[in-house]
């Protein structure tokens, strides 16, 4: 008796990649399952596992786990009837679990993933933990609509009774959408790991939801704005939080998270290198470190792996960040720094935003500023990924930052 988990890649390959299937056979004698799909990098092939970099680890890696356990016994147990393992693998009827439970479960099994990936991968497994965040929020408040509910059975009136609900209290259509997206999320997941039917439930519900770009434009700062930022000397601790903010405008718009947790080794030949957090793509962004960057990691770089002292604990880390987003804010109060297009605070996103914009302003090419930002790309981009040289981005970067200086 042979029970393996494979990857088929003489199949077609779809935008999720190849089929990853468990196979049972004996003699000749062969049954096989679809679990999901993987692409082929990120399929272990010795350990016959996902790597970390799948869209789907935190949920996949514990069900192969749990498989491969399973299959052991059987094996053990000298089982020699392929049916029979089949069944036996596969013997937990989830067409009754509930939404709820269901979600739970999810939540506690990304917990888990989350601290076995502290020991070696702090801003992933902190990434995890900003998921159960959302997740525990949203399904705490959807609890009362659905506490009832089979997760095979979840329908569309159920979910429209939340979004009526949210609706009438006030909240915003772009919070809604991200409670429905959650739920949604959850349900997706349930039904591909539980072989369950898709019956669609969210079909149509997200109408009247949905936010034109022209009506959500990103605030950001001109030029004038960061020049502003740039010319700030503060005997403070605040100057801390300004320079942090010119740091991500340097480095392409960086997520706060992925400039928090950059480690010493990323930094190399005048150059930084990372992966953006907030993608499951995997994308690389390799900048060249512009003098102003420079003079801003010389400034607090650490003598340990990381590049910056701060404690890197996830509570630490939204403490952190509530502290840097006070202080922007009073920053902006005191120095008179406008807010475009049309006012408000100055948020965190605002240095990705105003990278953005200014790049849009001189007119890059806008595959260029993918690159520089690390945007995921469709499938028809991904392959002309790293089409610009190297020369050409590093200049790009260096007009968006300082278009008078010559790139040396």
Not at 154 to 182: H, Q
Not at 268 to 286: A, C, H, L
Request: charged share 30%.
């Amino acid at each position: 008796m042979k029970i393996e988990i494979k990857l088929i890649t003489t199949r077609k390959e779809t935008a999720e990649g190849f089929p990853l299937i468990v196979e049972v056979a004996h003699q000749n004698v062969r049954r096989t399952k679809t679990l999901a799909f993987c692409m082929e990098k990120h399929f272990v092939k010795d350990g016959s596992t996902i790597s970390q970099k799948h869209p789907d680890y935190d949920l996949l890696a514990p069900i192969l786990m749990n498989l491969k356990i399973k299959a052991r016994k059987i094996i053990m147990n000298r089982c020699k009837n392929v049916d029979d393992a089949f069944e036996e693998l596969f013997a937990v009827d989830f067409s009754g679990i509930g939404f709820i439970e269901y979600a739970n479960k999810l939540i506690a099994e990304m917990k888990q993933t989350a601290d076995m990936m502290k020991k070696f991968d702090e801003k992933g497994a902190n990434k995890i933990l900003g998921n159960v965040k959302v997740y525990q929020n949203v399904v705490a408040q959807f609890e009362n609509f659905a506490k009832n509910t089979t997760l095979q059975n979840l329908d569309y009136e159920t979910i429209a009774r939340f979004k009526t609900y949210n609706l009438s209290i006030g909240n915003s259509k772009s919070t809604i959408n991200l409670y429905l997206r959650t739920i949604r999320a959850i349900y997706n997941k349930g039904i591909l790991i539980h072989s369950l039917p898709d019956k669609k439930p969210f079909k149509a519900v997200f109408d009247g939801l949905r936010v034109k770009s022209y009506d959500s434009r990103k605030k950001y700062l001109d030029r004038e704005g960061i020049s502003k930022l740039e010319a700030l000397n503060l005997s403070s601790a605040k100057q801390k939080y300004v320079d942090l903010f010119l740091l991500q405008f340097y480095f392409g718009g960086c997520d706060l998270i992925d400039l928090y947790y950059l480690k010493e080794r990323q930094i190399r030949k005048g150059r930084v290198v990372f992966e953006r957090t907030k993608t499951n793509s995997g994308n690389r962004i390799d900048l060249k470190v512009h003098p102003n960057a420079q003079k801003i990691i010389n400034k607090y770089r650490s003598s340990d792996e990381w590049l910056f002292p701060w404690n890197k604990e996830k509570s630490s880390y939204e403490t952190f960040r509530r502290a840097y987003q006070r202080a922007l804010i009073y920053i902006q109060e005191k120095e008179n720094i406008e807010v475009l297009p049309d006012g408000g605070n100055v948020a965190i996103k605002v240095a990705r935003h105003s990278f953005a914009n200014r790049a849009k302003t001189l007119m890059i090419e806008s595959d260029v500023i993918r690159e520089l930002m690390g945007h995921e790309r469709d499938d028809v981009d991904n392959y002309y990924k790293d089409k610009y040289p190297e020369k050409v981005r590093d200049m790009a970067l260096f007009e968006i930052i300082s278009p008078f200086e010559c790139l040396k």
